[in-house]
C-alpha cells in the first residue's frame, strides 16, 4: 500500500505543477496590465522623467512582459521571489514569517466549525422534516447570508466596545505584553512551550473572535453540505437494505456516517482552501497581520512581488490541502485505490 501511495502522491503533484505555473502566469500578466504604476508611487510626485525610467530599469520592468515572466519563475524557483517594494523585504521572508499566524486562524476557525457542523448536519438528515432539521437549515441559511466584515464588526462591537468581555482588536497579543519566542509562528503554543502563561493567555483571549467568526462562516456551508450528503446516504440501496435487514438504528447511523465522511472531509478541505481570501478581511478588522492582510493590502498598493508572492502562497496552500484531502480520501476509501 505504501508504494502505491507513495505513486499516487507523485501523480497528483504532476498534474498539480501545471496548475501552480498557469495561476501564477494569469497573476503575472493581470496585475501588470491593471492600471498601477509601482514605478510613480516610489519615485515620488516630483521624479523627472529620467528618474522614472532608472527605477523602471532597475525593477525590471522595461523588458517584455515574457521575458519578465520567465526571469520571475527562474527566481522563483530558487526561492527568489524577490522584494516588497513597500517594506523592502524579501517577499520569501514575508511570507514564512506570515503564513503561520494566518494558518492558526484558519485551522482553528474551520476546526471547530467543521466539529460543530458536521454532526449538526448529520442528525438533521436523519430527522428530515423534524424541528430540529428546520432550525440547522434556518441557522445554515443565516450563516450563508451574513457578510463576513460585518460578523467581525459585530463582534468587536458587542464583546469589546459594549460588554469589554474582549481584549481590543489590535494584534495578536497585548501591547504590554512581550511576544514569547518565535518558536512555531503562534504566540499561544510558543508561550505555552515557554511557559509564560500570561502571553499565553493573552494570545488566547485574542484568538478567541477572530476564530469565533472564521468557524461561524465555516460552519454554514459545512452543515448545509454534511446534511445533504448524509441525507442522500441515507436514501441509498444498502442502507435500505441494512433497514429491511434487521439492523438497529445505531448501527444505521453509524454506516451513514462512515459512508458520508469521505465527501464531507473533501468539501472541509475545499473550504480551508476557499476562506484563505475571507480571511483577509477578519485579519484586517482584527488587525491579525497574518498573509491575508498582507496580501489585501499589497492589491491594494500595487506591490506586484508581493501580489505574485501572495498568489504563489495561495496556489501552494491549496495543492498541499488537496493532496492531504486526496491522501485521507485514499487511506479511508479502499474502493477508490484501483481506480486512483
Not at 499561544?188 to 494570545?203: H, K, M, N, R, T
Request: hydrophobic share 55%.
Amino acid at each position: 500500500m505504501r508504494g502505491q501511495l507513495a505513486w499516487f502522491i507523485v501523480r497528483r503533484l504532476a498534474v498539480s505543477l501545471p496548475l501552480v505555473v498557469g495561476i501564477v502566469f494569469v497573476t503575472f500578466m493581470l496585475v501588470r496590465i491593471g492600471g498601477q504604476d509601482p514605478v510613480a508611487l516610489l519615485a515620488g510626485p516630483t521624479a523627472s522623467a529620467a528618474e522614472h525610467a532608472a527605477i523602471r530599469a532597475d525593477l525590471g520592468l522595461d523588458r517584455p512582459l515574457l521575458a519578465q515572466f520567465v526571469r520571475y519563475v527562474g527566481k522563483a524557483a530558487s526561492g527568489d521571489l524577490g522584494v516588497s517594494w513597500l517594506s523592502t523585504r524579501e517577499v520569501l521572508d514575508e511570507i514564512t514569517q506570515r503564513m503561520w499566524v494566518t494558518l492558526e486562524l484558519l485551522v482553528w476557525g474551520v476546526g471547530i466549525g467543521a466539529v460543530v457542523a458536521i454532526p449538526l448536519g448529520i442528525r438533521a438528515a436523519a430527522r428530515r422534516g423534524s424541528t430540529f432539521d428546520q432550525v440547522v437549515r434556518a441557522v445554515s441559511l443565516a450563516g450563508f447570508s451574513i457578510p463576513t466584515y460585518w460578523l467581525g464588526l459585530i463582534a468587536i462591537l458587542v464583546f469589546f466596545y459594549l460588554l469589554d468581555l474582549a481584549p481590543a482588536p489590535m494584534g495578536r497579543i497585548d501591547v504590554v505584553i512581550t511576544p514569547p519566542e518565535r518558536v512555531t509562528g503562534s504566540y499561544l503554543i510558543d508561550g505555552l512551550l515557554a511557559g509564560q502563561s500570561e502571553s499565553a493567555w493573552s494570545a488566547l483571549k485574542h484568538l478567541i473572535l477572530p476564530v469565533c467568526t472564521i468557524a461561524i462562516i465555516a460552519c454554514a456551508p459545512i452543515m448545509k453540505q454534511a446534511r445533504a450528503i448524509a441525507a442522500e446516504v441515507g436514501d441509498s440501496e444498502y442502507i435500505r437494505f441494512a433497514r429491511a435487514s434487521g439492523l438497529g438504528p445505531a448501527r444505521v447511523r453509524r454506516m451513514v456516517f462512515r459512508n458520508s465522511m469521505v465527501p464531507v472531509l473533501t468539501f472541509v478541505g475545499t473550504e480551508l482552501v476557499g476562506l484563505l481570501g475571507t480571511s483577509s478581511l477578519i485579519e484586517l478588522i482584527f488587525s491579525w497581520g497574518g498573509i491575508g492582510q498582507w496580501g489585501l493590502q499589497s492589491i491594494l498598493n500595487g506591490d506586484f512581488a508581493a501580489i505574485q508572492g501572495y498568489v504563489l502562497f495561495a496556489s501552494l496552500l491549496s495543492v498541499a490541502v488537496f493532496i492531504v484531502v486526496d491522501v485521507a480520501v485514499f487511506v479511508l476509501e479502499p474502493r477508490g485505490r484501483e481506480r486512483a
